[in-house]
């Protein structure tokens, strides 16, 4: 089966440019995650969805950053006007059911901002 | 408050040591799942581990081997003769039963295994 998908894997971009991250959970998980690594801050979870309804955002950084769920298999995360601060690697997961289930990580998604 | 405490950095050893990574974790409640994975160098997050915190009995995989202790609040991971491809940033995880998405992860440990 396939794992969870992400796109790009790789992205670099200028300040104040849009930035679009997409996601494909496992096939039949109810939850999908959004998480953003940082050398100083760790993991750290930005927001999840339950059904494709978002249940808690309060990890998200500012008004820049919003994710959207359209349909089960798909999810994006998107930061408008991107900043240099924002430069990490983003993770979506999936789980079958809310934590505690086991969450499965996609590959992430590095982004840069210069 | 929840918390998970990785106090090792960064560990170092040689092929076919045995090492063992700590985890000790804070929480009020009851109930509670504990969590290890593994961040090779290609950078994916790779599930090893679920535990719930009435299940005390340790766990054994191949090379992996867990120790859950809730009288120190540990979840330790070693992996017995270790290889080169044991090579990765292993993380700690905690989720309290009542809080649906809420992992909260420890900085994560580097281990660094030579040939």
């Known amino acids: 089966d396939a794992g969870v998908i992400q796109s790009p894997r790789h992205e670099v971009t200028e300040m104040g440019q849009e930035v679009t991250l997409r996601c494909k959970p496992i096939s039949g998980h109810d939850y999908l995650f959004w998480y953003r690594q940082t050398m100083m801050r760790g993991l750290e979870l930005l927001i999840y969805?339950?059904?494709?309804?978002?249940?808690?955002d309060s990890g998200m950084p500012e008004d820049r950053f919003s994710a959207k769920m359209p349909n089960a298999s798909f999810s994006t995360l998107k930061i408008q006007p991107s900043e240099p601060r924002d430069s990490a690697v983003y993770f979506c997961?999936?789980?079958?059911?809310?934590?505690?289930?086991?969450?499965?990580f996609g590959p992430g998604t590095r982004l840069t901002v210069l | 408050a929840q918390k998970v405490t990785q106090a090792q950095t960064e560990i170092s050893v040689v092929e076919k040591e045995d090492v063992t990574l700590d985890c000790v974790y804070e929480t009020r409640d009851t109930t509670y799942y504990l969590f290890w994975y593994k961040q090779p160098p290609s950078g994916e997050l790779v599930f090893l581990i679920r535990r719930n915190s009435f299940d005390e009995q340790n766990e054994i995989s191949g090379r992996y081997s867990w120790n859950f202790q809730k009288s120190t609040s540990s979840f330790n991971f070693t992996i017995t003769a270790s290889q080169v491809v044991d090579s990765a940033v292993y993380f700690c995880a905690l989720s309290e039963s009542g809080s649906q998405g809420n992992l909260i992860f420890g900085k994560g440990t580097k281990l660094s295994v030579k040939p």
């Open positions: 997961a999936s789980s079958l059911a809310g934590t505690p289930d086991t969450q499965y």
């Open positions: 969805f339950n059904n494709n309804v978002p249940i808690d």
